[in-house]
C-alpha cells in the first residue's frame, strides 16, 4: 500500500525564483493538504484541495498556489521566493474534506533558499 | 483562533523511565485531536486520534488520554528507538476536516 510521496525530496533556489513541489496522495484518499514546518517548530497549513477546488487556506500570501489533478495527486507553486521560505514542505492526505479522518504524511521536501 | 502548546520542549530519559507530554489547547469546537510522532527528516507518522474528553487510546509503551483543556501522552518504560519529536494537532468543527493546528513538539530523548 503506497504512503504519500513527495518530490523532489530537496531543492535548492535564489531568492525571487519560482518553485513547484509534487505530492501523491496515499491510495483510496482523495484529499491533499500542504504545510510550512519551520526549523524546530510544528507544521503550519497553508491549504488544502478537494475534489480539485482549494477547499481552505491558512495566514499564507498569494505567492503561494496550488492544484489539484484528476488523479487527486497535486502541486505547490511558490513564486518570488524569499529566504524566509526555506522551510519543509510537507504534503499530508486524507479521505475526504469533513469527518475525523487523521492525515498521512508524505516525508516532505526540503526547501532551501539562497 | 484555535492553539496548541506543548510542554516540555525537550524530554530527557533514561530507558525504562516513564513520563508523560502534555498538550494545552485552545479551540472552538474539537473535532478531533490528534498525536503524530516525528524523526529527524521524515514526515510526521500518525499515532492516536481522540475525539472526546474522556477518551483513551494505547499502542505499545504510549498512552494518550483527552481532557476539555488538555491531551497526555503517556510512555511507560520507554525504549531509546522511542526517541523522536511528539507532535499534538488539533481540529475544530468550524473548519473542514483536515485543517490541523500543530504545537511545536517535545523532542524525547531515551538513553539506554
Known amino acids: 500500500d503506497a504512503g504519500v510521496t513527495q518530490s523532489p525530496t530537496h531543492l535548492i533556489k535564489t531568492r525571487g525564483q519560482q518553485v513547484t513541489l509534487r505530492c501523491s496522495p496515499k491510495?483510496?484518499?482523495?484529499?491533499v493538504s500542504w504545510y510550512q514546518q519551520a526549523l524546530g517548530q510544528g507544521p503550519q497549513f497553508i491549504f488544502q484541495y478537494y475534489e480539485e477546488e482549494e477547499r481552505q487556506r491558512g495566514n499564507f500570501p498569494d505567492r503561494f498556489s496550488g492544484h489539484q489533478f484528476p488523479n487527486y495527486s497535486s502541486e505547490l507553486n511558490v513564486n518570488a521566493l524569499l529566504l524566509g521560505d526555506s522551510a519543509l514542505y510537507l504534503c499530508?492526505?486524507?479521505?475526504?474534506?469533513?469527518?475525523?479522518?487523521?492525515?498521512?504524511f508524505g516525508d516532505g521536501t526540503r526547501l532551501s533558499i539562497l | 483562533e484555535d492553539q496548541v502548546t506543548q510542554s516540555p520542549e525537550a524530554l530527557r530519559l533514561q530507558e525504562g523511565e516513564s513520563s508523560s507530554l502534555n498538550c494545552s489547547y485552545t479551540?472552538?469546537?474539537?473535532?478531533?485531536l490528534f498525536w503524530y510522532r516525528q524523526d529527524p527528516g521524515k514526515g510526521p507518522e500518525f499515532l492516536f486520534t481522540?475525539?472526546?474528553a474522556g477518551e483513551e487510546k494505547e499502542k505499545e509503551r504510549l498512552k494518550a488520554t483527552l481532557t476539555k483543556k488538555e491531551s497526555f501522552l503517556h510512555i511507560t518504560a520507554p525504549k531509546p528507538e522511542d526517541s523522536a519529536t511528539y507532535l499534538c494537532a488539533v481540529q475544530a468543527f468550524t473548519t473542514n476536516a483536515g485543517k490541523s493546528t500543530f504545537g511545536d513538539g517535545t523532542t524525547l530523548t531515551v538513553k539506554p
Open positions: 479551540v472552538s469546537g474539537l473535532r478531533g
Open positions: 491510495s483510496g484518499h482523495d484529499t
Open positions: 499530508a492526505s486524507s479521505l475526504g474534506s469533513g469527518g475525523n479522518q487523521p492525515q498521512h
Open positions: 481522540l475525539y472526546s
